[in-house]
């Protein structure tokens, strides 16, 4: 039987992602009182209020399970980094990037300067995703 420890990297950020989870559940009270119209939204803030929420709890998922692997593939160096810190990373800029860009008073219909925060969260995913998929191959 082998035994498997997280590197301290993979250990530190997997403590700070799950801390996160706090914001994701205020994140689930918020919807609430937007379901049950205690919040004043328009129906596209309200979409992306839910797409944000949504990915948040995903990416945070894919996040821990995505440490695991980098370390599984014994990722070092720069590509261990950007292994690590990619989808996590994307866990905090998209779902910020759906919250940011549909905030606002009034007639709020369509996305806002913001919502680059969603363009750069998939980059980060993408560029944690493939470094963890391709450290995996190659190990």
């Known amino acids: 039987m082998t035994t498997f420890a997280l590197s301290d990297a993979s250990r530190v950020l997997a403590g700070t992602v799950l801390l996160s989870i706090?914001?994701?559940e205020f994140g689930g009270w918020y919807l609430m009182r937007l379901a049950?119209?205690?919040a004043p939204a328009t129906p596209f803030q309200q979409r992306f209020a839910?797409?944000?929420h949504a990915h948040a709890g995903v990416l945070v998922t894919l996040g821990?399970?995505?440490l695991v692997?980098?370390?599984g593939a014994a990722l070092t160096g720069a590509l261990g980094w950007l292994a690590r810190l990619g989808v996590p990373l994307a866990a905090a800029l998209i779902p910020?990037?759906?919250f940011f860009s549909s905030m606002g008073r009034g007639e709020v219909v369509?996305?806002?300067r913001l919502i680059g925060l969603v363009w750069a969260?998939?980059?980060a995913l993408a560029v944690g995703v493939v470094s963890i998929g391709v450290g995996l191959l190659v190990a």
């Open 36 to 38: 049950r119209g205690q």
């Open 69 to 71: 692997l980098a370390d």
């Open 64 to 66: 821990l399970v995505c």
């Open 50 to 52: 839910r797409a944000g």
């Open 121 to 123: 969260g998939a980059v």
């Open 96 to 98: 910020a990037g759906f």
């Open 110 to 112: 369509r996305p806002n």
């Open 22 to 24: 706090v914001g994701i």
